[in-house]
Nanobody, 121 residues
Framework: VQLQASGGGLVQAGGSLRLSCAAS????????GAWFRQAPGKEREFVAR????????YNVDSVKGRFTISVDNAKNTLYLQMNSLKVEDTAVYYC???????????????WGQGTQVTVSS
């Protein structure tokens, strides 16, 4: 299982970014994909998860209404569309795959390398 995150960058508050996570075909034999983020000096935190069928999704409250997680099975790619970005969204964003429907880091066995998102005021 391999995951490769991309799409981060510098954006002004209120702007948008779309993160992508290219996955190997074996990734889709796991149960769910997810995005986590880690801000400087803080612990890694859950952002959103999705079943690989794309039917079930869940977002943490702080991003509801602003972030959308999706999957394109034909392209083996996981996405995180981020709108109305805030300065506090600044973090390294990681994609992950696991075999449980969970928000817990320990339930995800496979991780991408992370992509930096910086939101300026």
């Amino acid at each position: 299982v391999q995951l490769q995150a991309s799409g981060g960058g510098l954006v002004q508050a209120g702007g948008s970014l779309r993160l992508s996570c290219a996955a190997s075909a074996r990734t889709f034999r796991t149960y769910a994909g997810a995005w986590f983020r880690q801000a400087p000096g803080k612990e890694r935190e859950f952002v959103a998860r999705i079943g690989w069928s794309g039917i079930s999704t869940y977002n943490v409250d702080s991003v509801k209404g602003r972030f959308t997680i999706s999957v394109d099975n034909a392209k083996n790619t996981l996405y995180l569309q981020m709108n109305s970005l805030k300065v506090e969204d600044t973090a390294v964003y990681y994609c992950a795959a696991g075999n449980r429907w969970s928000s817990l880091i320990r339930e995800y066995d496979y991780w991408g390398q992370g992509t930096q998102v910086t939101v300026s005021s």
